[in-house]
T-cell receptor, first 113, second 114 residues
Framework: GAVVSQHPSWVICKSGTSVKIECRSL??????MFWYRQFPKQSLMLMAT?????????EQGVEKDKFLINHASLTLSTLTVTSAHPEDSSFYIC?????????FGNGTRLTVT | GDSVTQMEGPVTLSEEAFLTINCTYT??????LFWYVQYPGEGLQLLLK?????DKGSNKGFEATYRKETTSFHLEKGSVQVSDSAVYFC?????????????FGTGTRLTIIP
């Protein structure tokens, strides 16, 4: 079946640095990918919709200059957390679809110290 | 806007007990409905889905029926196992074709005791 690979699975970085998270569709092409953020013991919050070859669409309240999304190919979207702060520590999950339903990556746990 | 209201947890059951996790939704049109499961430290996996009224999704002993009249999609399992311990998310997609974002409920943490 379709697989979405997310890398890294966990990362620890210092405050003020930037972190890049990759999301790849392994056996299908995804014109659209989604980035979610999950706070401890809470649901997934959609951050943005990543569109291949065009700008991402951000949800209300999500800082586009802080969470940079690039969808350069049909199999790869990246999320860069710029100038990370401890409050950015969270679990980030991407998803992609060829047909319904969405397939999810295994997530990236980001810890900013 | 679209929303999903899910039974709050945590839920703790003994092995072989009957499970119900309630889920109701609000949406315009005819959404598709899903249950996703998240095991510790992992991403989400699709458990089951239903795309139209009265459809029943089923997988691994879990079932849920799309009830348009009550706008519900309750998850049930007749006999739970320790391996079912996870967080369960009810979700909807506004349209019946791919590449649509999901709206999630808050998740229900299920713990099964041997």
């Amino acid at each position: 079946g379709a697989v979405v690979s997310q890398h890294p699975s966990w990362v620890i970085c210092k405050s003020g640095t930037s972190v890049k998270i990759e999301c790849r569709s392994l056996d299908f092409q995804a014109t659209t990918m989604f980035w979610y953020r999950q706070f401890p013991k809470q649901s997934l919050m959609l951050m943005a919709t990543s569109n291949e070859g065009s700008k991402a669409t951000y949800e209300q309240g999500v800082e586009k200059d802080k969470f940079l999304i690039n969808h350069a190919s049909l199999t790869l979207s990246t999320l860069t957390v710029t100038s990370a702060h401890p409050e950015d520590s969270s679990f980030y999950i991407c998803s992609a679809s060829d047909l319904e339903p969405l397939h999810f990556g295994n997530g990236t746990r980001l810890t900013v110290t | 806007g679209d929303s999903v209201t899910q039974m709050e947890g945590p839920v703790t059951l003994s092995e072989e007990a009957f499970l119900t996790i309630n889920c109701t939704y609000t949406a315009t049109g005819y959404p598709s409905l899903f249950w996703y499961v998240q095991y510790p430290g992992e991403g989400l996996q699709l458990l089951l889905k239903a795309t139209k009224a009265d459809d029943k999704g089923s997988n691994k002993g879990f079932e849920a029926t799309y009830r348009k009249e009550t706008t519900s999609f309750h998850l049930e399992k007749g006999s739970v196992q320790v391996s079912d311990s996870a967080v369960y998310f009810c979700a909807l997609s506004a349209r019946n074709f791919g590449n649509e974002k999901l709206t999630f409920g808050t998740g229900t943490r299920l713990t099964i005791i041997p």
